[in-house]
């Protein structure tokens, strides 16, 4: 080759100083922003916290540390998920038409998730047309007033009035869960069923004091409120038990939601599936199978006997199988906001 042809290069680039267009003062005294800024710079290698890892630093006083171990990682990046900060006002409604399908558990369950790790903002609404079993299944407070009392109320709302201890007197302080219940009519002999008015003005009045509302549904898809619930939904939680009736009753379901032009709404859902104590007889890859190929994500969750026994339920009574795997659909429900 010719070496009159040969164009020369440019010279390599000097190393690029991540400190070079900090301020200074005159004298070369560095700021507090250099300062903050070098100290954020080499974040600190990760140390366990949790299981074997954590216990075998602390028996040696500090003087061995092991990195977090994949279960752990995957805790955390998940806890880090439901923290996230979704930008204003999330809606997560939780469907199946059959009842028995884990709807209202699952709604207790993810309300407790996110209120133990993002530390409150966060309501239950039972919002079944008539008769629920949410303000049941969760922990009793000082007044037993529902959803019903509230419409009756809710003109000191309107406006510019009410405050969240004007709203303490209609929800029911979970305690330990950090989260707030806002019960059903649980009389057998109501009144007029909900409206879609009704539902959208008590929405608008909690989404004043609430980041997280989890929408406890009916088993009537054509009632004004269920309806109300879906077009005010950011993201959708279909639950079954591990059973063919179950899931089918789900799947119509979500057939319904696209017939009506609700298609992103089915496809970027969760569906959880609710294990029995035994696995004989259940045809779930069948199940899993089906819903993979129409929503998002496809959960388990694990037989528990507190659960079962119909009883009011508290995080801190939940074995940790539990806890973990609803952590897991928390943080894909999460995803979604």
Same mark, same amino acid.
């Given at each position: 080759?010719?070496?009159?042809?040969?164009?020369?290069?440019?010279?390599?680039?000097?190393?690029?100083?991540?400190?070079?267009?900090?301020?200074?003062?005159?004298?070369?005294?560095?700021?507090?922003?250099?300062?903050?800024?070098?100290?954020?710079?080499?974040?600190?290698?990760?140390?366990?916290?949790?299981?074997?890892?954590?216990?075998?630093?602390?028996?040696?006083?500090?003087?061995?540390?092991?990195?977090? =171990?994949?279960?752990?990682?995957?805790?955390?990046?998940?806890?880090?998920?439901?923290?996230?900060?979704?930008? *204003?006002?999330?809606?997560?409604?939780?469907?199946?038409?059959?009842? *028995?399908? *884990?709807?209202?558990?699952?709604?207790?369950?993810?309300?407790?998730?996110?209120?133990?790790?993002?530390?409150?903002?966060?309501?239950?609404?039972?919002?079944?047309?008539?008769?629920?079993?949410?303000?049941?299944?969760?922990?009793?407070?000082?007044?037993?007033?529902?959803?019903?009392?509230?419409?009756?109320?809710?003109?000191?709302?309107?406006?510019?009035? +009410?405050?969240?201890?004007?709203? =303490?007197?209609?929800?029911?302080?979970?305690?330990?869960?950090?989260?707030?219940?806002?019960?059903?009519?649980?009389?057998?002999?109501?009144?007029?069923?909900?409206?879609? *008015?009704?539902?959208?003005?008590?929405?608008?009045?909690?989404?004043?004091?609430?980041?997280?509302?989890?929408?406890?549904? +009916?088993?009537?898809?054509?009632?004004?409120?269920?309806?109300?619930?879906?077009?005010?939904?950011?993201?959708?939680?279909?639950?079954?038990?591990?059973?063919?009736?179950?899931?089918?009753?789900?799947?119509?379901?979500?057939?319904?939601?696209?017939?009506?032009?609700?298609?992103?709404?089915?496809?970027?859902?969760?569906?959880?599936?609710?294990?029995?104590?035994?696995?004989?007889?259940?045809?779930?890859?069948?199940?899993?199978?089906?819903?993979?190929?129409?929503?998002?994500?496809?959960?388990?969750?694990?037989?528990?006997?507190?659960?079962?026994?119909?009883?009011?339920?508290?995080? +801190?009574?939940?074995?940790?199988?539990?806890?973990?795997?609803?952590?897991?659909?928390?943080?894909?429900?999460?995803?979604?906001?």
């Amino acid at each position: 080759m010719d070496p009159r042809n040969v164009q020369p290069q440019p010279p390599a680039p000097a190393p690029i100083d991540p400190f070079q267009d900090l301020p200074w003062v005159s004298d070369g005294t560095p700021t507090a922003e250099e300062f903050a800024r070098r100290r954020l710079a080499k974040p600190a290698e990760p140390v366990a916290t949790m299981g074997p890892r954590a216990v075998l630093k602390k028996t040696t006083m500090g003087l061995v540390k092991m990195a977090p =171990s994949k279960r752990e990682l995957d805790f955390k990046q998940d806890v880090e998920k439901v923290r996230r900060n979704f930008g *204003g006002l999330r809606q997560v409604t939780v469907v199946n038409p059959k009842g *028995g399908a *884990g709807k209202t558990v699952a709604v207790l369950l993810l309300a407790m998730t996110f209120g133990q790790k993002r530390g409150g903002y966060v309501l239950a609404w039972d919002n079944n047309e008539t008769q629920g079993t949410l303000g049941m299944r969760a922990q009793q407070d000082f007044h037993a007033r529902t959803v019903r009392d509230m419409m009756r109320d809710l003109h000191l709302f309107r406006g510019a009035h +009410g405050r969240v201890g004007d709203l =303490s007197q209609y929800v029911r302080a979970q305690g330990e869960g950090m989260f707030d219940v806002l019960a059903s009519d649980e009389s057998a002999t109501a009144g007029e069923m909900l409206t879609a *008015g009704a539902f959208a003005e008590i929405r608008e009045i909690v989404s004043r004091f609430y980041k997280l509302i989890f929408v406890d549904t +009916g088993n009537n898809v054509r009632a004004q409120n269920w309806q109300a619930a879906i077009d005010a939904t950011d993201q959708l939680v279909i639950t079954m038990s591990a059973r063919n009736d179950s899931a089918e009753t789900a799947a119509r379901m979500l057939d319904h939601l696209e017939q009506s032009g609700r298609q992103r709404l089915v496809r970027q859902a969760v569906s959880v599936v609710s294990m029995p104590p035994t696995r004989k007889d259940i045809d779930l890859p069948a199940i899993r199978n089906h819903f993979a190929a129409r929503t998002r994500a496809v959960l388990m969750a694990p037989y528990e006997k507190l659960i079962d026994s119909g009883e009011p339920l508290r995080y +801190g009574q939940l074995s940790n199988n539990t806890k973990d795997a609803w952590l897991k659909i928390a943080a894909a429900v999460a995803e979604g906001l």
